[in-house]
């Protein structure tokens, strides 16, 4: 298996604009996460699924962030509109099951944005 | 709310020698803790658990940590590290219900071999 693919690797963006990040999990993997890494905030959870659907969405940080995972092989983050403080890396995970103490996590190599 | 301390943002240490990598914790229950590594411009490796039992956990790539629960602390250690172990080591904490846990991470210790 490939592992969790994400795309793209890089995102330069301006102010205002939508951005649309995107993640394979996995084959037969039943959890996805989204996480956002910064230096300053370290990771964050931002939002997982289990089987497709938003299980605890508490971390988005705001309206402007929206996630969905409209079948098991495909997800998407989506910023709009974008802001310079979200330039982050945001990193997709996926795992066999639901919850994470029994299952291992798999990360993909992550999203780096840059809004300008 | 669960918490992870992880003190030293960056250490340097010679290859070949030991290494012990600092973490603590803040949770009111029985913490399920681990240790993830990242490499430069990778996503992050899962190093080791620590759910339940023996307090010393093995890992993979030599790495083991011990769970202290009167210091609330779950440190790594490698007795002798090579240039290959440079990248950056966090600690995290998962709570919750089970089947909806959330992995708490701390902000990462970077790690730098020196030969």
């Known amino acids: 298996d490939a592992g969790v693919i994400q795309s793209p690797r890089h995102e330069v963006t301006e102010m205002g604009q939508e951005v649309t990040l995107r993640c394979k999990p996995i084959?037969?993997?039943?959890?996805l996460f989204w996480y956002r890494q910064t230096m300053m905030r370290g990771l964050e959870l931002l939002i997982y699924?289990?089987?497709?659907?938003?299980?605890?969405d508490s971390g988005m940080p705001e309206d402007r962030f929206s996630a969905k995972m409209p079948n098991a092989s495909f997800s998407t983050l989506k910023i709009q509109p974008s802001e310079p403080r979200d330039s982050a890396v945001y990193f997709c995970a996926s795992s066999l099951g639901r919850g994470i103490t029994n299952e291992k996590l798999f990360f993909g190599s992550g999203t780096q944005l840059s809004v300008l | 709310a669960q918490s992870v301390t992880q003190p030293d943002i960056h250490i340097t240490v010679s290859e070949g020698a030991s290494l012990e990598l600092r973490c603590n914790y803040s949770y009111g229950a029985t913490p399920y803790l681990f240790w993830y590594v990242q490499s430069p411009g990778q996503g992050l490796q899962l190093l080791l658990k620590?759910?339940?039992?023996?307090?010393l956990v093995q890992g993979i790539k030599g790495f083991e940590a011990e769970f202290k629960r009167s210091q609330s602390s779950f440190n790594l250690r490698k007795p002798s590290v090579h240039w290959s172990d440079a990248a950056e080591y966090f600690c995290?904490?998962?709570?919750?219900?089970?089947?909806?846990?959330?992995?708490?991470f701390g902000t990462g210790t970077r790690l730098t071999i020196i030969p």
């Open positions: 699924f289990n089987n497709n659907v938003p299980i605890d």
């Open positions: 995290a904490v998962a709570a919750g219900s089970f089947g909806n846990e959330k992995l708490t």
């Open positions: 620590y759910f339940s039992g023996d307090t």
């Open positions: 084959s037969g993997h039943n959890s």
